[in-house]
């Protein structure tokens, strides 16, 4: 993000906001914590620092996993946390009362953080303007979803060492699957970046996205076939293709079968390549696949804490 | 309240429970903790003094706000929290379970305090005859909110350096309003307070409260304009009107336009008056009102947590 | 449970996994537990040992009294809280994720415990085959309750000094109560215990219980009148027929009387026994039982707050 005044107010909005400096200071603080978490004695240390603040989880649609994880990494910081789960449903919303006027209301608790989940585009943004305290964007509509984004980058520091000289196969739904799009949103800012898009027509990627490539002379591929240029990739970001969301008079159950990664598949791919999935997954990825080495996605998942956290350390100056 | 004995359980159940002595042996300890919260040795310190202590939070209806304020009050005591958003459908009340049985069993867990949120009057008293620690009414049907009365009392404290000697305009829906109603009874304890009541004909204020104004020679007025009135405020509490609550026949959109606090009205009032209001606000109050100084809703708002934070405190023994 | 090996991870699935030396260890430590809970200063000492560690609570469905006495148990120890109430509407599961990629997730995020509630039997038992951390059943379908079932038994261990040479009279629903069936299970691991069981013809103990006891030699009487064997009882564990588990054509009115327990009854007990019941009840023990000195039910309550905290010990390796 833009260099921060000193007394600025840290937000955490949107994935492009990341510049490179910070994401650099960030994988650093990110790989010490995560061996502070393994460490209780580092851990106990770490959490009598960060005593005395607490975070608030405003989650205006459900999404267990994430709030979990935003309470975890506070807990694990030493920060109390209150939260609700389903804000939509029971708070004064429901009542009718702006998005602004409750961020007003609760940044006056004085917590360190207000962790927001919201179903609509661009709420994160106007509850920042609202807010007297760091807002961090947990997911607002089909908009954003900055420290997913975050955390998937990370994973390919972590998995491979590197977040450049990479061809990333992209797959399932590129149209409306808001963690592809945020990851090559975030990659296109790195050196020798390619990447391979498979997905069906009717949910091909969007041309926001590949004009913004285009612009920055990114090379894509695109194609229906994940097979043919799976031996490329050394990255494979796979995504759950639903239902509801092909085109009509598309066979739901032949693109399903033709987007379902399995053994077959891994025979195909780089020894040291990795596969990544935001989860849940359910069909998409076969269970025979866990096994493999290559498959990340639950180490990606777990990421997420360390990840948290140092953001959380971040927004609140403790980074 | 009345004097407790040394092992006398505290509750914290009707706002005219607060006796004049407790009132302002609160306040100075509010105002202390104010303090406290800006200076995070100081606040490191009294979490450290509060540590060992957990409270409950039974929410039998939802109240977001409320519940978070109460919670956050606690984890800046030290407190540690355990809590149900929605205990009206998710406990064993939904299998047919008394109140007085759940206080029982909770009480038995041996938490600091209960704070329960009801659906029916007259609830917090039922729980406080069944438990054994302190239970604080956080709101039971439209009988009583305490630590709400509390808070807007406390407003006048901080905003205008005294509880009396002040002419208080109370509008807005005064038939159903339970915090309006609870603030006035709460007034009427203090030397020279002159009401205004400004209410559509079927939201008047109710013959009660008017009754017992009457039985302690305290002065109102009754109107149904607001600017008439109004440059004589030195406090403007102020209420939604709800559509469903006003008389059949009843125009709403003029009764709504004629209720709605804008710029325009902010050039009648008294230079040192505030305006409070207990939250969520709609359009009864116009958000151009909310840059003037005397707009003091937010404010309020703020100062629940350190007047649940002393509550807590009080029942606990600990002030 | 069987000895566990340094390194391996210890769950608690099944009620009938705890044996004798486990229940002897774990009895101590609890009678211990409840003094400590009485003394704030070694209260705060256990807390300090505990801290840095966490607990997650994931229910699938909502049991407001199990939940909150685990995670009051956990904050005792001094163990961080995450949870979610309602797992089953609000999480991936919705979305068709498995059990056991909903665990493998959360478990990568290092709680020190899952406490898991399911409305599949065997749920618990998926959970731990596919978590690197301790899962805690907190009931499954129908299948388990094993801390409830710890918890009934310790209330014998407390209110009357041992777990054998007793008389124990079972009785309500006796073909769908799960804490019932668990409890006699246990109990038929001690010696001299004799089992009088008291249901309608349709809610009988089933087979597979009745079978267990036969092969141990365990003595048993059925019967479907309460008053009858009443006075040889140690211990009276009562549970709720419920209306739509009878059998169709009886009279559930008739039944439901035969079946509450009033002070008549009271008047044919032993002066040492004791009247248990899992909680809540309804109408079954009539409220002027309640100040009988052997209406041990809401003591039963309370104990499963040291109960649960021995358990989280164990689990931990803390014990």
């Known amino acids: 993000m833009d260099q921060p005044r000193a007394n600025e107010i840290r937000h955490i909005l949107r994935g492009q ?10 994988f650093k603080r990110i790989d010490t914590l995560d061996e502070i978490l393994r460490d209780p004695i580092k851990l106990a240390e770490l959490q009598n620092n960060g005593r ?24 694990n910081l030493g920060f109390a946390v209150v939260g609700t789960e389903n804000a939509r ?23 360190a953080a207000i962790v927001m989940r919201h179903h609509e585009d661009g709420a994160a943004t106007r509850a920042a303007a609202a807010s007297n305290v760091p807002i961090i964007n947990a997911g607002d509509g089909r908009g954003q979803h900055p420290t997913q984004a975050l955390l998937d980058l990370y994973t390919l520091h972590r998995e491979l060492g590197r977040t450049k000289d990479l061809t990333v196969l992209v797959g399932g739904d590129l149209a409306n ?4 799009r945020s990851l ?13 898009f498979v ?50 008079g598309v066979n739901y159950e ?5 987007y379902e990664l399995s053994k077959n598949h891994l025979a195909l791919m780089k020894k040291d390549a990795i596969i990544m ?6 069909n998409e990825i076969q269970i025979e696949v866990d096994e493999d080495p290559r498959a990340a996605y639950f180490r990606q998942a777990a990421y997420g804490l360390p990840v948290r956290m140092a953001l959380y350390e971040w927004v609140t100056h403790l980074l």
Chains 1, 2, 3 share one sequence.
């Open 17 to 26: 906001d990341f510049d490179l400096e910070l994401i650099e200071e960030l």
């Open 52 to 75: 005395g603040r607490q975070v608030f989880t405003v989650f205006y649609e459900p999404s267990t996993r994430t709030r979990m994880s935003f309470e975890a990494a506070a807990n």
């Open 89 to 111: 449903e029971f708070s004064s919303a429901a009542k009718g009362e702006t998005i602004e006027d409750t961020i007003r209301v609760m940044s006056g608790y004085y917590p």
């Open 177 to 180: 699957g808001r963690t592809a």
């Open 184 to 196: 090559v949103y975030l990659l296109s800012k790195f050196n020798n970046i390619e990447f391979i």
């Open 199 to 248: 997905a069906p027509e009717s949910l091909k990627m969007s041309d926001d996205i590949k004009l913004h490539l285009d612009e920055r002379g990114i090379k894509y591929t695109e194609t229906e076939d994940l097979e043919n240029l799976l031996p490329e990739a050394d990255v494979v970001y796979w995504t759950r293709v639903q239902k509801e969301r092909l085109a009509t």
């Open 254 to 258: 032949q693109v399903k079968k033709q």
């Open 277 to 282: 999935h935001p989860l849940p997954r359910i």
